[in-house]
């Protein structure tokens, strides 16, 4: 037949287009297993005060590691997102690390949040209810959100923020300076912070980058929001930030993401 000429290429292209679809619907079939038995675990990344340099609280990073090996959650993220799952692992990464961050009495908690689960209308709802049962105060919490999020959705987006916000819940602006983030977005749902991306902070080696690096922060500090550097790896970026008037400093530099456990001896170590 007329098809026949072409049948080896359709047959490459067809298997190749499986084994993509089968990689991720295991990987799928094996995130949820793993989310089922408590598998994912949350390591703890520290932020640092710019000025007095005292840990000043932790960001809860989610971390998957199956006897196979470590899945990025660059990886595994996006995978629980198309497949619903980021409802689950975004309230299991939540109420672990508040669970957590209750025995540090003092530490604020900044948690991501997927735009998925800000579009589900049951979230704030869910989050507040949470919140109640730990007793966990809502003022020590920050959600950390990508711009994308509000695009797609802004009333959604806004009605969940604000919801959150009335009990005390606070909002940072996640990876600026990458992507979409704004400075309307930062107005308009008035966040309570700004992280920005470490593709910035690593531009500070030229002029060029310090010194947009240096109109971003003036930029957020007109508005009144404090700014978070993240990726900071190297004294001479770590010193710069400080200078231009940053307030907060997370990177590898300061510290790696970590156990609760190794938290607390950074915190007792940081304060004697
Ligand atoms: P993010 O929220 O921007 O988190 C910071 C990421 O940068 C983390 O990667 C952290 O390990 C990494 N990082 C911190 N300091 C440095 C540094 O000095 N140098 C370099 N090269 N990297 C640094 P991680 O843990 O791989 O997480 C990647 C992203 O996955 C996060 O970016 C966040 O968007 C997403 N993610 C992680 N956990 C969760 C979660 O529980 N829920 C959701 N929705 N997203 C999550
Ligand atoms: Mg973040
Ligand atoms: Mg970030
Ligand atoms: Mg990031």
Redesign the pocket.
Known sequence: TAKEGGRGQAVTFTANLDNDRLMAAELEDRLRRALERGEIQV?Y?PLFDAQAGRVVGV?????WVPITGRV???IF?PIAERSGL?DQ??MQ?LKTAIEQAQKWKTLALS????PI?LRNPNFPADVIRLLDKTGFDPHRLTL?I?EGVLMSNPDQARRAIEALRNIGVKFAL??FGCGYASIGALRTFGFDRM?I??SLVSGLKNREGSEVLTATISLAHALNIPVTA????TPEQMAALKQTGCDQL????LG??MSGADIAALVRSSAA
């Open positions: 390591a990344q960001e809860a990073l989610a971390q990025s959650p660059e993220i980021i692992l975004g990464v948690v991501n949040v997927s689960q950390e990508t996640d990876d992280k991306d470490r993240e990726g900071v790896e997370q990177g590898f530099l790696r993401p």
